[in-house]
């Protein structure tokens, strides 16, 4: 099937400088919802790329038997150090590559290893309510959850990496301009994602790769952190994180786990490890706070469970409702405004109206546009509805957990197959224990009600100017 019989917006159909423009507006994720309500399921947004919002195709473009591979946006996200290429799992450009450096590592991210980690997330869950304590319950300020949100996200991922508090909830601000240069490294693939030429012209090309010792700064950093452990540390001063981990994996896989393996790495999870998880507290804790009696119901929940703080996560994940308001969270405002872009193999795609997409054709997918799919979350899909996510009057159980699988998978909150997320479980439990840590210590009021968040819609969809007042909880 020739693309120029798809429906789409007409100038998407010659350049990607249309696409270009809404990166720059900020408005990505949003474009790609009118889209598709303007002309269903599949989109002609390139010269050669397909956007399409439907769950019937995920297990060809994105599971474990899917012969698709990654697209160019990928390439754009390579990062060199020194003119050598990092390896991450997220720019393995080859199913082979990605899957032969994820097996040795996947153990750092288990649950098992996770569970781990908690008494770690527990001393900067207090760091946190202490410092919410100290500059807003008592003085009765109004405080950006937004910006604190992101501080303990970023404080966690450094301290699990790494074993290293960089301090940004004691502090109070950004640190070392670090969540600056996030933003700007995400800016930067987003922009250049859509149109990988200029990732040659800017960074790729020979002069940037003769200015040694230059490259993305949090490579950089994680470089620095490696040399300083391997040049500290005996195996009797071993030290309990995930930079641990690798290089336990390095000695068992010296030929895949290598130095610049194990960089990447830790990067990799810098750069990603902070963004992602603070936006979907920010989701939930936004959303929540909107409508009055999910508040009420939510702190019920909590107060009848009768909780030590930090909540333990084990505990947290038995309470159903307030599960339920994460995943509506997670479904609501998923991280993600690109579009997960797959190059069709020989084979093409044939489409459920049997129509063929060729070998060659990229097609990707959003959440975004995943999430308002009625038939799979119901009329109200629009809507922030948690008991969606809880079982329904005359269901059984085997329906309500067939329901529940389908709602996720089509979510793609995590992405889904062999590239999903490897550090979800992480992110998981800071979700789960912060929230009813939060809501059971606080009463959290949005300072303006009628005033909405700012998104910015560019890779990722970041929220800001969550403004609350803060007071201390009266129990019964």
Known sequence: MGLSSLPGPFLARFTNVWRLWHMYRSRYASMLVEVHDRYGDYVLLGPNLVSTRDPEVIEALYGLRSETTVSDMFKVMQSYVD??????????LKRDEHDSL??????????????SYENIID??????????????????????MSDWLQYYAFDVVCDLTMSKNMGFVEHGHD?????AQLDREWDYRAYTGVM?????????NKLAFLWKGKGNPFFLRARQLLDERLEN???????????DEFLEASEKHPNVVTKHAIVGLVGQNLLAGSDTTSAVLKSVIYYVLKDPSITERLRNEIDDASLQYPVEFSKAQGLPYLSACIEEGLRMHPVAAVLVERVLPQSGLTLPNGKKLSAGTVVGMSPWTMRGNKAVFGEDASTFNPDRWLPQLNETTEEYN?????????????????????????????IW???????????LELANPEVPWDVQERFFAKQSGIKVFIRPRKHE
């Open 83 to 92: 003119g050598v290429r990092i390896p991450t799992l997220m720019t393995s």
């Open 102 to 115: 994820r097996k040795p590592i996947a153990r750092a991210y288990a649950m098992t290893s996770v569970l």
């Open 123 to 144: 001393s900067h869950i207090r760091r946190l309510v202490d410092q919410l304590n100290e500059r807003f319950v008592t003085t009765n300020r109004v405080c950006d």
């Open 175 to 179: 640190v070392e301009d670090m969540i």
């Open 196 to 204: 990988p030429f200029l990732d040659k012209a800017i960074r790729k």
């Open 233 to 243: 540390n005996t195996n009797s001063e071993r030290q309990h994180d995930i930079l």
């Open 402 to 430: 067939l329901r529940i699988r389908t709602m996720r998978k089509s979510g793609l909150a995590f992405s889904y197959g062999p590239r999903s997320c490897i550090g979800q479980h992480i992110a998981k439990m800071e």
């Open 433 to 443: 224990k912060l929230i009813p840590t939060i809501f059971g210590h606080f009463e």
